[in-house]
Structures are given as structure tokens and as C-alpha cells.
């Protein structure tokens, strides 16, 4: 199982950037789809995640800025980030919780991450 993520960049404060991660390879069923960031010198946190019936929840620095989506057909979450902060600078990982037979229990799994940084 692979997660790609992409659509990391710099943006000014302010700005919007729109992250998306695809999974790939031998999924059976995928659970909860999320984002997680991790800044220089911090713990790499929860940013939002998506359970495989729509529901979410958000971390509340993020709140009412940003906002996750999942197309599950496509196996896809992304996270649409707007009034973008200073604070929000740091390496954005895509997580996953993933069944890869109908006898498997899920297992997590990481993308390798993209850097979203915040400056003028």
C-alpha cells in the first residue's frame, strides 16, 4: 500500500494551498483517511481526518480554515487549506488505516509527506 501525497508549496500568509493523497496498491477496504503535520522541533500532530462514511474532525488551530474531502472511489482525501498561517509551516503527512483482504485487520499507513511553508 503506497500514499501519494502532493500539492505542498510556498504561499504567502493569507494564501490558500489545496493538499491531495491517492492510495494505491492492494487495498480491500480503507477506514479512516487523514492529514497529520509535523513542524521543527514538534511532535507531528493531527490536522484533520475522514472516516470511510463522511465524518471528520479537525484540530482546532484549523478549524473553520481548513477543510478535509474524501472521494472514496478514488481513494483520495484532500485538504483544502485557506487564511493559511506562519504556524502552519511544517512537513503535511497522509495517513490511512487500510485492510488489504477481507481477513485482514486495518494497519496504518504513512505518506512520505510534502512541505507546506507559510512566509512573505
Known amino acids: 500500500v503506497q500514499l501519494q501525497a502532493s500539492g505542498g508549496g510556498l504561499v504567502q500568509p493569507g494564501g490558500s494551498l489545496r493538499l491531495s493523497c491517492v492510495a494505491s496498491?492492494?487495498?480491500?477496504?480503507?477506514?479512516?483517511m487523514g492529514w497529520y503535520r509535523q513542524a521543527p522541533g514538534n511532535e507531528r500532530e493531527l490536522v484533520a481526518r475522514?472516516?470511510?462514511?463522511?465524518?471528520?474532525n479537525y484540530a482546532d488551530s484549523v478549524k473553520g480554515r481548513f477543510t478535509i474531502t474524501r472521494d472514496n472511489a478514488k481513494k483520495s482525501i484532500y485538504l483544502q487549506m485557506n487564511s493559511l498561517k506562519p504556524e502552519d509551516t511544517a512537513v503535511y503527512y497522509c495517513?490511512?488505516?487500510?485492510?488489504?483482504?477481507?481477513?485482514?485487520?486495518?494497519?496504518?499507513?504513512w505518506g512520505r509527506g510534502t512541505q507546506v511553508t507559510v512566509s512573505s
Open positions: 475522514a472516516g470511510s462514511s463522511g465524518r471528520t
Open positions: 495517513n490511512a488505516d487500510v485492510a488489504r483482504t477481507a481477513y485482514d485487520v486495518y494497519y496504518e499507513y
Open positions: 496498491g492492494s487495498i480491500f477496504s480503507i477506514d479512516t
